[in-house]
């Protein structure tokens, strides 16, 4: 009984939205995720990169939501365009559901002044999403006095069901040397993503992120080719989402003493109510860490304060990042994107 009561607290909240609308699974680490969050942001290490990214979302649950995703990005200089492949699959304990992404993507980067510099980029995926309808509970079969599941509910479905469909995105980003501000919007063409062979289009996404780099003095002299001096510093960003009527904003700071990066976020809009629900979601707490010049680390957790507090067990999420090849040799005149490590 006590094991059921989480999960049936989850759905009377869940319930409290008079249409409930599917969104894309997400990373709080969204920059440790570069091109699932903008296909601009593809190549944008000017090298080669792979990176995997973990989620496990309500862990506390019977059935949590799991996603991972790994990529792997390159960039021509003599091109100045970058290339990349991205595969994703999120799992949903509460209805046996499975989704799959693989995407192509390409972007390309253009110098507009010697302060200021412009990416662009596209994204072609292929998804593929199951469902077990069997697993299906329905309003009728839980008792409310207890949270039990009793008996079948009645509704005749088959066994699973599948169905595929290509998504378009695109992408754009605007940043010096300190700032930046970028705008993405997936699944343009809105697939249809029924499972009974009705329709039921895939509601775009819609991203505005932005954000500030502010320099601190210099650390200690690394031990490099190009004698680089230990950054330290301090970033402060945004990111605005959203899908149908999904609204979402992410607010916080990450502090960069290299090679170490201790980090904060609010996801929430304050301001907002759903059904006299306040929608304030998570405080998340970040730790990164390089690991030396290549390779670097990023764990998070999701601490909720929404009404799901003591229920779900938050989330972790766990981030790994390569760069590798030849390092695009940079002048004084290169500007360095200055987003968030993770």
Known sequence: MKKSLPLLAVLVLLCLCKNLQAQDPQFSQFYASPLYLNPALTGSTDRARVGVNYRNQWPSLTHSFTTISAYLDYFSKAAESGIGVIITEHKEGFLDFKSSEVGLLYSYKLRISDALIMRTGMQMSYFNKNLNFEELVFGNQIDIDNGQVIGPSGEVFDRGARVDFLSASAGTLLYSSDTWIGFSIHHINRPNQSFLDQESRLDRKYSLHAGYKLMFSKGRRLRTVSYQFQERSATFAVNYKSQG?????????????????????????????????????????????????????????????????????????????LSFGKIVKRTRRDTILPCFKY
């Open 245 to 321: 009527g999904f609204r979402q904003l992410d607010a916080g700071v990450q502090l960069y003493f290299q090679p170490l990066v201790i980090g904060a976020w609010y996801r929430g809009i304050p301001i907002q109510n759903v059904n006299k629900v306040a929608k304030n979601e998570s405080i998340i707490a970040l730790f990164g860490l390089e690991l030396n010049q290549d390779l670097s680390f990023g764990y998070s957790y999701d601490f909720t304060v929404s009404q799901l507090a003591g229920v779900t067990g938050g989330a972790h999420e766990f981030s790994l990042t």
